[in-house]
């Protein structure tokens, strides 16, 4: 970690923008037993109950394959917590936010060939309960050369610095969307192995897969441990050990369960 430094830029950079892209932080070597973990969650030799969720997308050409959401795949793979991306990122989060920033949870986002269904617009701020403190990072690393056409990130540049927009919830499967569009924002390819950090204020959003192959996410949620204690308190930890349960699982679901307990 020594040889990890986020320079005074870069923060500047994520202050200004909401998000910043680490490039190769992670070595291929590392990245390759990554993906063998990963392919036991996909392939649920790593049995994580309700805490995956199985997605279709809204069209019909997207019904072929479903999205796969894992939540906080480190509680079923512990060596996951302390490995290098974790640790890494903890690091970067802190630099970016201040020191008290902790890992809430954890997920794997996949989006399989020809999964052709979009992750909508949103900000992630707009699920949260009332935070007194609103600093939050998210972390998003593919395992596979993410492109536009297999679903990379897009970023609305300081929309983090402007009043949340209006979020709906779609009917179907509960995740909340607002307006956005690709004019207002930049896309960000990326090698596997590098990052792309999130402010929760930031609006975002990816397209749908539409290549042969698979477009695997492993993405890490860090707020201050404090505000994680503050969500805790109020029954809410991002699991299927929530007291309140979603009927509707979706990509995001675990989000709306925090609305619901508003
Ligand atoms: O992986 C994706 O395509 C979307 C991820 C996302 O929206 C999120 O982590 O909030």
């Known amino acids: ?37 990963y392919n036991d969650f996909i392939a649920g030799k790593i049995d994580v109950g309700e805490n995956r969720r199985d997605l279709k997308g809204e069209n019909k050409e997207a019904q072929k394959e479903s999205i796969t959401q894992i939540m906080v795949p480190s509680r079923y793979f512990n060596p996951l917590k302390d490995s290098e991306y974790y640790r890494k990122i903890s690091f970067i989060s802190r630099r970016l936010l201040g020191d008290d920033l902790e890992i809430d949870f954890d997920m794997f986002i996949n989006k399989p060939p020809f999964s052709d269904a979009i992750t909508p617009w949103h900000q992630d701020c707009a699920y949260w309960i009332d935070m007194p403190d609103k600093r939050a990072v998210s972390a998003w690393m593919p395992l596979d050369e993410a492109t536009l056409d297999n679903g990379c990130m897009w970023y609305v540049p300081a929309s983090h610095l402007k009043p949340m927009r209006k979020h709906t919830s779609t009917a179907k499967n509960g995740a909340l969307v607002c307006e956005g569009n690709e004019d207002e924002a930049v896309y960000i390819e990326l090698q596997p192995g590098s990052v792309v950090l999130h402010h929760g204020g930031t609006a975002h959003y990816s397209r749908g897969n539409t290549t042969n192959s698979q477009r695997r996410a492993m993405i890490v949620n860090l707020r201050p441990k404090s505000m994680i204690n503050y969500e805790r308190e109020r029954g809410f930890d ?25």
Do not use: C
């Not at 070597?29 to 990554?34: A, L």
């Not at 991002?238 to 508003?262: F, M, P, Q, Y």
């Open 1 to 37: 970690m020594n040889d990890l430094k986020i320079s005074q830029k870069e923060i500047q950079f994520f202050e200004e923008n909401g998000y910043l892209v680490i490039e190769n932080l992670i070595e291929a070597e590392t990245i390759e037993e990554y993906k063998k973990i």
């Open 238 to 262: 991002h699991t299927g050990e929530n007291k309140v349960r979603n009927e509707n699982a979706s990509l995001t679901s675990h989000k709306k369960d925090i609305k619901k307990i508003k």
